[in-house]
């Protein structure tokens, strides 16, 4: 059973405008989120995370939005750049010290 | 250099044959994790393991088997109960959260094991 959902299995954004992942989640006791990106035959590198306890967290063009009533998160990519080209996976636990939760990730492309 | 370690990169197996994929941490992490990634798929646990000498099953343990003899060290055998081996196979770790809070956790490279 799914407890994370992406359902956009692929997106293409033009260089320079804003590139908006989403993620749904089913699970009321997931309280730590993170997004990882991921390329071909490399392990998962970590993006950027927001605990529950908040609604935004911000880190250079990465932004993360976490809405709780609706088990909604979103990343937010500005300015996107061709090297931001990869597979990008929302993931959730209960909380960090525990297994994680991914979706089935979301394939980006910027294209020049 | 800290990091993860995953070996090999790419392992073959004949069918009937169990073999143990490596991973080495030198993070001081306490937790170590096992993932498989099959194509179009997120990642799903296999085994974590929080404290040297104890582990936990996750979601797809069948056919699999680890070890946590060493804080640095979490083998994973992947059995030949394991019906279908063939896949991404990644290892993770992280510090322990009651000690450091909420922290991401780190993947190595991976090891692709493919069935001959």
């Known amino acids: 059973d799914q407890q994370v959902k992406q359902n956009s299995p692929s997106l293409s954004v033009q260089e320079g405008r804003i590139s908006i992942l989403n993620c749904d989640y089913t699970?009321?006791?997931?309280?730590?989120f993170l997004w990882y990106k991921k390329y071909p035959a490399e392990g998962p590198t970590f993006l950027i995370s927001i605990s529950s306890i908040k609604d935004k967290n911000e880190d250079g063009r990465f932004t993360v939005f976490l809405n709780k009533s609706a088990k909604h998160l979103s990343l937010h990519i500005v300015p996107s750049q061709p090297g931001d080209s990869a597979v990008y996976f929302c993931a959730a636990s209960v909380d960090s010290g525990y297994a994680l939760n991914f979706g089935k990730g979301t394939s980006l492309l910027v294209t020049p | 250099d800290g990091g993860i370690t995953q070996s090999p990169k790419y392992l073959f197996r004949k069918e009937g044959q169990n073999v143990t994929l490596s991973c080495e941490q030198n993070l001081n992490h306490d937790a170590m994790y096992w993932y498989r990634q099959d194509p179009g798929q997120g990642l799903r646990l296999i085994y974590y393991s929080q404290i040297v000498n104890d582990f936990q099953k996750g979601d797809i343990a069948e056919g699999y088997s680890v070890s946590r003899e060493k804080k640095e060290s979490f083998p994973l055998t992947v059995t030949s109960a394991q019906k279908n081996p063939t896949a991404f196979y990644l290892c993770?770790?992280?510090?322990?959260?009651?000690?450091?809070?909420?922290?991401?956790?780190?993947f190595g490279d991976g090891t692709r094991l493919s069935i001959l």
């Open positions: 993770a770790s992280t510090r322990d959260p009651g000690q450091a809070g909420n922290q991401p956790q780190h």
């Open positions: 699970n009321s006791m997931f309280d730590y």
